[in-house]
């Protein structure tokens, strides 16, 4: 690990009334304004300072037209794929969009026809289900299997779905909600299905830089394999800065992204924040000691909560995740209903977590919870869930 510098991530901010979808989206999400918000993936910690000076240096000058991207922001995101995960790419492979899921959703459009299939593993970030029905297509539900909470992949089930008309499988990678970083051998098995049905592979990779084991870019490891690949991600999740809306797409496959450009250019989604471009240039020139820092605050998080629920609320499981900051809560030992526990979290616990069900056909009985926030704010929210899941 670098050397520390000691981020303080117990400082107290207060998010309400700044237009924030966690806090002051309460009542249009849940229908009530009184929860202690655990749910959106974003982080209750304030933005580092190297990211916040470069911005208010740019708005010193008062203008805020339109933006285009330079050198300094490509050099910056082929460092960073390179000493975080040894990924070798050039400028040639990166594309700047506004955002994985708009990128998502016109890489559907891109490798695939209307009611051509998509295949989808569940559990899994509802986005990534959603687009391929709102682009006219077919979700082909590939369920991940598990065992004492610990998620893997079906292949046999996965190979028995493939058809003629399936063009695409969408790879979590890390996986939200269920916290896996996938190995390089089940990554390889993945691909050659893929490769063997000519399936592209578009892999969500928007949460790469929050692992706690060894993370393996999809296309990094072969060029057979990047070959059918599209990569998308961001800096928005590791560093807070999701709402300044700056991603971007990556294949070595020239064919694969000339066609992604031609659908996101189409939808105008090439047009990127002007601070957006300013937040991910600071975050990847500088982050790379906040980010070991970050992920030693929140396997601390993860932990509390963790010993914290076995103590008291042992019907409540989950293994700790491999990745992000999300928990995947099962509630299936309690004697409530899906609908029960929902209500108790809502009116009773005064909490607001994400509903299990909307990550598909396999969420009964779970719910997300977000540990990125302050350790005495965590515990208090798990003391209200606890109280009402002995």
Known sequence: MLNKINYNFDEKIDRKGTNCAKYDGLKKYF????????WVADMDFKTPTFINDEIIKAAQNSVYGYSIDDDQTYNAIISWQKNRHNWEIEKKDIYMINGVVPAYSACIEAYSDIDDEVIVQT???????KSVKANNRKVVINELKEKDGYYTMDLEDLK??????????????????????WSKEELEDLAKICIENNIVIVSDEIHS???FKKFTPLASISEEISNITITLNSAGK???IAGLNCAYAISKNSKILSRFKI???????????????ISTKAAYENGAIYVDELKEYLQENMEFTKNFLLENSPKINFLLPEATYLLWLNFKNTSHSHKEIKNILLTQSKVALNDG?????NGDSYFRLNVALRKDALKVALIDIS???K
């Open 31 to 38: 229908g009530y304004e009184d929860l202690n918000p655990l």
């Open 357 to 361: 069900v909307s990550f598909g056909s």
């Open 160 to 181: 028995s779905k493939i058809t003629k008309k399936t063009k695409i499988l969408c790879l979590c990678s890390p996986h939200n909600p269920v916290g896996r970083v």
């Open 263 to 277: 659908i996101a250019q189409k939808r105008e989604i090439n047009s990127v924040n002007f601070f957006g471009y």
């Open 209 to 211: 830089d929050v692992t």
């Open 123 to 129: 559990p899994v970030y509802p986005p990534l289900f």
């Open 238 to 240: 590791t560093f807070n």
């Open 387 to 389: 109280k009402n899941f």
